[in-house]
């Protein structure tokens, strides 16, 4: 008993949080790196300002469209049992966000929409049910990514593999969830939890359209199957691998391990990849900021 809770103290040290997720970013830069050493930095032969222009502002406009789709799935999902204002869930969502650049496995987001509620075991169930349909939402789309991966790899075994154990195992941790949080979901209405899953699948159409904007743009030879799959992909890796949420390569790198095959220039990839990350997520950070002193100190 002694020696399991010492490997669980061990675990949640945040010195050896910090260090793995220092480790793997540099893992990721340094085949970034290995892969652009011979090319050289030009963007000028793909560059269309006009397009380009467009479909930035298009991005960015949408980008406040989804944090307003997460605020007000969150409001609608808090209103169950303790009801709060628009403001307070955008307070929550961006202050969490940005909490997140500084505490680990993005549990910032989590202290902050728990926080903030009087029964935080409510909010918990809450947060808990917010994230477990996005989570779903990603891993059926990124395992249309992962088909694709598979057959230009020729990792068809293993897909099989994962669809195989994979599900059954979703399966368990989410019954899991059920049992552990039972209160919250027997007085979840059918059609509340309608409203949170639609507007978790428009919240996710509306992040993966932004995404193929971008694309769209330094990829034109590319089929559209192509870049959603690419798209299912590298959302995949973000939410496989939270730990290195904000942290500079893991995208990247999953971009270009999906998109090598059919680019020769590699910038084609890091570009989009990088765009996408600073305006869904930098940007919305830097307002979480100014939310973080308006949370209440009480909580």
Not at 4 to 25: A, C, D, E, G
Not at 236 to 264: C, M, Q, T, W
Request: hydrophobic share 55%; net charge positive; with cysteine.
């Amino acid at each position: 008993m002694q020696i399991k809770n010492n490997h669980s103290n061990y675990l949640q040290n945040p010195w050896f949080t910090w260090t793995f997720k220092v480790l793997i970013t540099l893992g990721c830069l340094y085949f970034l790196i290995s892969k652009l050493r011979d090319q050289p930095i030009s963007l000028d032969h793909f560059f269309v300002p006009n397009r380009f222009v467009l479909n930035l502002t298009i991005v960015i406009a949408l980008m406040i469209v989804n944090w307003y789709l997460e605020a007000l799935r969150w409001k609608i999902s808090v209103d169950l049992f303790e009801e709060i204002s628009m403001n307070d869930a955008w307070r929550a969502v961006l202050g969490g966000l940005a909490l997140n650049w500084v505490l680990p496995l993005t549990s910032g987001d989590l202290l902050a929409r728990i926080s903030q509620q009087k029964d935080k075991y409510q909010a918990t169930s809450a947060a808990i049910l917010n994230r477990g349909i996005m989570l779903v939402l990603t891993l059926c789309f990124g395992l249309y990514g992962i088909s694709f991966l598979a057959i230009q790899y020729d990792f068809n075994g293993w897909f099989l593999l994962v669809i195989l154990f994979g599900i059954p195992l979703l399966r368990i941790l989410f019954r899991k969830s059920i049992n552990r949080f039972s209160t919250y979901f027997q007085e979840l209405a059918k059609s509340l939890l309608i409203k949170v899953v639609a507007l978790s699948l428009l919240r996710y159409g509306v992040f993966v359209f932004q995404f193929y904007l971008l694309l769209v743009i330094f990829l034109p030879s590319l089929s559209a199957n192509l870049l959603i799959a690419g798209i299912g992909w590298v959302f995949l890796i973000r939410s496989a691998l939270p730990l290195f949420f904000g942290g500079i390569g893991v995208r990247e790198a999953s971009g270009i391990l999906f998109f090598k095959p059919h680019v020769d220039n590699l910038q084609l990839i890091i570009v989009p990849v990088f765009l996408i990350w600073v305006i869904n997520t930098v940007i919305p950070s830097l307002v979480g900021l100014f939310f973080i002193w308006k949370m209440k100190s009480s909580k």
